[in-house]
Each structure stands twice: as structure tokens, then as C-alpha cells.
């Protein structure tokens, strides 16, 4: 009996970069608000924390992808410091979730040579998922596969003001001069303190804002946004998300 057709999975279908991408014109770090879980539960008639579970299995293959194309570092935006304000139970249930997904994960991350980092307020997040997570920084730490950035309990201004203080701190304590501050020394009281600024932002779901994400880091940053809700964004999807982006012509603010 001939064996039954099955298409193939859509990580086998783009299993290695189209050919039609430059590699040489990669972004060197992209990063994502994932939007949309919620309409995509909906649409279903599901429970909205459907929608996140069916989008934590996207992201993981976006970053198998990353891996497998050749690009170095991945930034999702998972946890917003205004997500609080949601109902209850969807909180408790994204916490959850994280926490669950990294300890499911973390053999598959070591295996996948990847760097975990988590940044945002981590000091507010339950004692059980920051433990995970200061567990899983400092395993994958060593890995030099992709850098693999999870904002958490993350606001972009937040951020700046936090480096702002810090900054003060150390000029009142007479490490250093206030004109001796500059873009470059302010960059190293960034959470993103060593990573390239995104040379890509994704949005899914059509929202035209960038919701306090990377305030500082986005600043030359090409920004691709795509009417697909997150859990449907698959690897054709960001194929299509690079060849916009290698179309782009980057100026960075000169003719
Ligand atoms: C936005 O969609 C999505 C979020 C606030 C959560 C994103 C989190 C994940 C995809 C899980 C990631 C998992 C790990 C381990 C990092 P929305 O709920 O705002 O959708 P809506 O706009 O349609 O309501």
C-alpha cells in the first residue's frame, strides 16, 4: 500500500535559509513584539491563554529558525510592565507558563547551543520564576549559539530611567564627571548591555506602536509589521518579514 501523504512540517519546508536571502545582509539581532494571541484564541472560540500556549510553540521555532538561518540574536518581548493590569488569571497563567517552558526547555536550549537572557524588573516576578530563571541564565551563559533575549516584566522607559539612576549614583560618588556622560556609556547601564541594537523589529497582528519596547535600541532599527497574529507566524512568514528587510535601504541617518 503506498504510504499516505503528509505535508511536511513548516520547519522541514524552510529547513535552511531561501536562497533568495543575501546571507551576507542579515540582520545580526531581530527582535519581536508578539501580538495577537489573544484574537487567534478568540477567532478559534478558545480561551485567550490558548492563544499563548499555541504562540509559545511558534517562538520556539522562530528561534530553531534563527539557529538554523544564521542569525545570532533573538529579542521577544513576552511580558510587558503593563501586562499586570490584565485579569488575574491570564497573569498567573503567562508566570506559569514561563516558568513551565524553561523548565521543559532547558536540555533542548544547552543541546541548541543557546544563550538565555531575561531582562526587565526580575525582582518583582514570583520567587519560583526568577529562581528558574537565574537557573537557566546561568547554565546556558556559556553558550555562544544564538542570544536569546526574553523581555519580562519589561518597560523601555523604565529601563532608561533605571540607567539614569545608576548613572547618577556613580557621579555622585565621583566615578566619573557629568560630561563624561555619553550615548556609549549609557548603552552599559542598558539591560541590553553588550547585544547589537535590533537591526529588525517584528510586530504581528497589524498594531502600528511599538508599546515601550527597546525605547533606546530602537532608534535605527527597520521595523516590518505584519497583519498575521503571532501563533500563526511561521517560518514563511519570517522569510517574508527578511526579504523586506534586505530590500531596505539603511541610512542611519546620512544621504
Ligand atoms: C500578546 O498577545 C502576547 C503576550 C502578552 C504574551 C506573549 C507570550 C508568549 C507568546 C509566550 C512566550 C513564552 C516564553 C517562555 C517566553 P495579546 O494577548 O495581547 O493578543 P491580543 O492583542 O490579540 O489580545
Not at 178 to 192: C, G, K, N, Q, S
Request: glycine letters at 6%; a neutral charge; proline letters at 6%.
Amino acid at each position: 500500500m503506498a504510504p499516505e501523504f503528509t505535508p511536511l512540517p513548516t520547519y522541514k519546508k524552510f529547513a535552511t535559509l531561501p536562497p533568495n536571502l543575501d546571507p551576507a545582509k542579515l540582520p545580526r539581532h531581530v527582535a519581536v513584539i508578539m501580538d495577537g494571541n489573544g484574537r487567534w484564541a478568540r477567532q478559534r472560540g478558545l480561551p485567550r491563554v490558548m492563544g499563548h500556549r499555541q504562540g509559545t510553540e511558534t517562538l520556539k521555532d522562530l528561534l530553531r529558525c534563527c539557529k538554523d538561518w544564521g542569525i545570532p540574536a533573538l529579542t521577544v518581548y513576552a511580558f510587558s510592565t503593563e501586562n499586570w493590569q490584565r485579569p488575574k488569571e491570564e497573569v498567573n497563567f503567562l508566570l506559569l507558563l514561563f516558568e513551565n517552558v524553561l523548565g521543559q526547555e532547558l536540555a533542548e536550549l544547552m543541546r541548541q547551543d543557546v544563550r538565555l537572557q531575561f531582562i526587565g524588573n526580575l525582582v518583582d516576578l514570583p520567587a519560583s520564576l526568577a529562581e528558574q530563571i537565574q537557573r537557566s541564565m546561568t547554565l546556558t551563559q556559556n553558550n555562544r549559539g544564538v542570544t536569546f533575549t526574553v523581555a519580562t516584566n519589561y518597560g523601555g522607559r523604565q529601563e532608561i530611567v533605571q540607567a539614569c539612576q545608576r548613572i547618577a549614583m556613580e557621579v555622585q560618588c565621583g566615578h566619573f564627571s557629568v560630561d563624561e556622560i555619553t550615548a556609549e556609556l549609557l548603552e552599559r547601564y542598558l539591560y541590553t548591555r553588550g547585544l547589537p541594537d535590533p537591526d529588525l523589529l517584528i510586530r504581528t497582528s497589524g498594531e502600528m506602536r511599538v508599546s515601550n519596547f527597546l525605547l533606546w535600541q530602537l532608534a535605527y532599527t527597520e521595523i516590518y509589521v505584519t497583519p498575521t497574529l503571532w501563533p500563526d507566524f511561521d517560518r514563511e512568514e519570517f522569510y517574508r518579514a527578511l526579504l523586506a528587510y534586505q530590500q531596505r535601504e539603511r541610512r542611519f541617518g546620512k544621504i
